[in-house]
C-alpha cells in the first residue's frame, strides 16, 4: 500500500479493490475462480481422508492431541492455502470421530446425504439468514414450505405453524416457553409474562416427563426460571415407555399439594432405549387436565416418513406442540431442527418487534419475517439441506433408509440375545440397544461395571468401533445406536465379538487379581 499516497483517486480505488489481501479474499463476483480453487483443494483433501479411512476413530488421549495443538500460534498466520489444509488435516481430519463410518454405534449421530452437503455449499456461499424477509426472501419460502411439508406429516392441523431451530434442545426449550406462557395467559388475563416475568406462583407450576426423557426439558425449565424441580419424573413401564397410571398418580398428588401441572411432554424415541411413551393415551390425560403436551420427537421423527412403521408415532396429531430433528433421523449435516406448535397463535409468546428488525407494521402489510417465530435472530438457512434432499433423492428414500436402520436393530437384537455372554435389557423400539456383557464366571457387581466401562474404553482407544455407554439402576450398560442404514450385520457381529473380547480378557485380569 506504500504506492497508495502517490496514485490518483482512481487508481487508489482500484488498489484498494484488487489489491488489498482482505478484498481479495471476499467471496463476491471478483473471487470466484480463488473461490472454487479453495473449495476444490479443501475436497480433495476431505475426499482423500474419507477414502483411506479404515477407523471411525484413531483413538487419540485428549492430552495426546492438544499437545500438537501446543505449537500453533493463531497471530502467526501461514499465508499459503496448501499448508494450512496440510496443517488441519494434522489437527482434524486425523483424529476426527467419523460418523460415516459402519462401526461408528455411539451416539444419535447420522451419516449424511449428498444432496444435504450440496446445501452446505449454497448456504455458506449465499449466506441468507432467515431471519426477515428483507435478509433472505426465497430462503424464507423455502423454509417454510419444508416446514408446510413437515406439518402434513405430523398432521397437526390446520393452524399449526413451525420454525427450524438448531436442534432438539432448542425446540424443546421453545416448546416449555410456550407452555409456560400460554398457561400464564389464560389463566391470568392481566399478567404477561414477556412483560413483568414470573408471576408470584410460578413456582408451583410443574412438568411432567419420564424418567428417560431428554435432560433439554430440566434444561429448559431451569432457562425459564421454573427450576429443574418443576420437571416431575414419571415412572416407566419395563419397556421404557412412559406409565400413564403412574403419570395420573402424579398429577392427582401434586393438585392435591396445590401444585399447578401445566405440561406433559412425551417422548417418542427416547434417548438410550428408542422407546415411544403411549401419545393417545398421554394426550388424552393432557385434554381431560387441560394441560399442554408436547412430543419431544428429536430422534422418533423418523418414523414420520416411515414406508412400514409410521403406525408406530400415531397419537403425535394430538399434540400442542412437537419437536424434530433432521439431523438425527433424516440424514441431515448439523445443525438441523425444527419446532412445530399446533395454534400458530402460541408464536407470538417469542415475538419482540424491532423498529429496525420487524417492525409491527411489516407484519401487518404480510412481510414473511420468520424471525417473528424464533427466539434467535441472525438464523442459518438449514431448511436449504431438507429441501435439496426431498428434491432430489424424494421421502420415500429417505423413509426405507430409516426402516433399514429399525430392520437391522431387530436382528442386532437377535444376535445380541442369543450370545451367552450379554444381556439385553429391552426389545428395540427404534433402533438403539442397551445392553451389557456379563462374565461366566462370579464376579461382584462393582467388577461388571467396571469392566464394561472398560470395554467401551478400550475399544474407543483402539479406535475400530464407537460404541456408547448408560446406566440402568445404577448398573454400567453399553448401547449401539444405528443410524448408517450401509451398516451391515456383519459389521455389527464383528464389534460384538470384539466387545465380548475384551469382556473376556477383563474378566480373567480380574480373576488373576483375586488370586494372587
Ligand atoms: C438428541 C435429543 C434431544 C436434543 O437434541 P439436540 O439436537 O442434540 O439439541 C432432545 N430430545 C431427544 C429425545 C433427543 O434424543
Known amino acids: 500500500m506504500h504506492s497508495l499516497w502517490h496514485s490518483s483517486a482512481a487508481e487508489k480505488i482500484s488498489e484498494i479493490e484488487h489489491d488489498n489481501e482482505t478484498t481479495r479474499a471476499i467471496f463476491n463476483q471478483h473471487s470466484t475462480e480463488l473461490w472454487q480453487e479453495y473449495i476444490e483443494k479443501g475436497m480433495s483433501v476431505i475426499k482423500q481422508r474419507i477414502t483411506t479411512q479404515e477407523k471411525p476413530f484413531s483413538g487419540i488421549l485428549p492430552a ?30 486425523r483424529d476426527a470421530v467419523y460418523f460415516h463410518h459402519p462401526k461408528y454405534l455411539a451416539h444419535l449421530n447420522c451419516p449424511t446425504v449428498l444432496p444435504a452437503q450440496l446445501a452446505e455449499l449454497f448456504i455458506s456461499a449465499i449466506n441468507s439468514s432467515v431471519d426477515t424477509w428483507d435478509q433472505s426472501a426465497g430462503a424464507t419460502l423455502i423454509e417454510q414450505k419444508v416446514i408446510d411439508w413437515t406439518l402434513n406429516e405430523i398432521k397437526l392441523g390446520a393452524d399449526a405453524d413451525g420454525i427450524f431451530t438448531s436442534g432438539g434442545t432448542q425446540s424443546n426449550l421453545m416448546a416449555m ?84 401441572p401445566i405440561a406433559i411432554v412425551a417422548t ?51 399434540a400442542d406442540s412437537v419437536t ?43 412481510t414473511p419475517n420468520l424471525v417473528n417465530k424464533s427466539i434467535q435472530t441472525t438464523k442459518r438457512f438449514d431448511a436449504l439441506k431438507m429441501w435439496l434432499t426431498l428434491r432430489l433423492m424424494g421421502q420415500q428414500q429417505l423413509g426405507a433408509a430409516f426402516d433399514t436402520l429399525l430392520n437391522l436393530a431387530g436382528q442386532t437384537h437377535q444376535r445380541l440375545s442369543q450370545h451367552p455372554l450379554i444381556d439385553v435389557l429391552h426389545q428395540p ?31 474407543f482407544r483402539e479406535g475400530n468401533a464407537v460404541i456408547a455407554g448408560t446406566k440402568f439402576n445404577q448398573q454400567q450398560y453399553l448401547k449401539f445406536t444405528l443410524l448408517n442404514p450401509a451398516t451391515t450385520l456383519a459389521e455389527i457381529e464383528e464389534v460384538i465379538d470384539l466387545i465380548v473380547h475384551y469382556g473376556q480378557k477383563l474378566t480373567a485380569s480380574y480373576l488373576n487379581a483375586a488370586n494372587q
Not at 78 to 86: Q, T, Y
Not at 272 to 287: K, T, V
Not at 325 to 350: I, M, T, W
Not at 431 to 436: A, G, I
Open 64 to 93: 495426546e492431541l492438544a499437545a500438537q495443538f501446543k505449537h500453533v500460534d493463531l497471530t502467526q498466520p501461514l499465508f499459503n492455502i496448501d499448508r494450512v489444509l496440510e496443517e488441519l488435516d494434522q489437527l482434524y481430519l
Open 177 to 260: 416457553l410456550l407452555a409456560r406462557d400460554s398457561y400464564c395467559k389464560r389463566t391470568y388475563r392481566d399478567h404477561n409474562i414477556k412483560y413483568q416475568g414470573l408471576p408470584g406462583d410460578a413456582n408451583r407450576w410443574r412438568i411432567f416427563t419420564s424418567q428417560v426423557s431428554h435432560f433439554s426439558i430440566q434444561k429448559s425449565a431451569a432457562l425459564l426460571g421454573l427450576g429443574y424441580d418443576a420437571v416431575i419424573p414419571v415412572a416407566c413401564d419395563n419397556a421404557f415407555r412412559m406409565d400413564v397410571t403412574a403419570l395420573n398418580d402424579e398429577i392427582e398428588r401434586c393438585r392435591a399439594a396445590n401444585l399447578i
Open 268 to 318: 417418542a424415541g427416547t434417548t438410550d432405549f428408542g422407546s415411544i411413551d403411549p401419545l393417545s393415551e398421554i394426550a388424552h390425560i393432557c385434554q381431560q387436565n387441560n394441560i399442554w403436551m408436547h412430543v419431544d420427537a428429536a430422534y422418533g421423527c423418523g418414523l414420520l416418513i416411515s414406508l412400514q412403521h409410521k403406525a408406530r408415532i400415531a397419537g403425535i396429531e394430538h
Open 324 to 366: 424434530v430433528d433432521y439431523h438425527k433421523s433424516f440424514f441431515q449435516p448439523v445443525s438441523c431442527g425444527a419446532f412445530f406448535v399446533r395454534n400458530n397463535c402460541h408464536l407470538e409468546h417469542v415475538t419482540c418487534h424491532a423498529d429496525y428488525l420487524n417492525p409491527l407494521s411489516a407484519k401487518l402489510e404480510g
Open 429 to 459: 423400539e427404534l433402533s438403539t440397544q442397551v445392553f451389557r456383557f456379563v462374565p461366566k464366571q462370579l464376579l461382584s457387581d462393582e467388577k461388571v461395571d467396571a469392566i464394561n466401562a472398560e470395554i467401551r474404553k478400550l475399544i
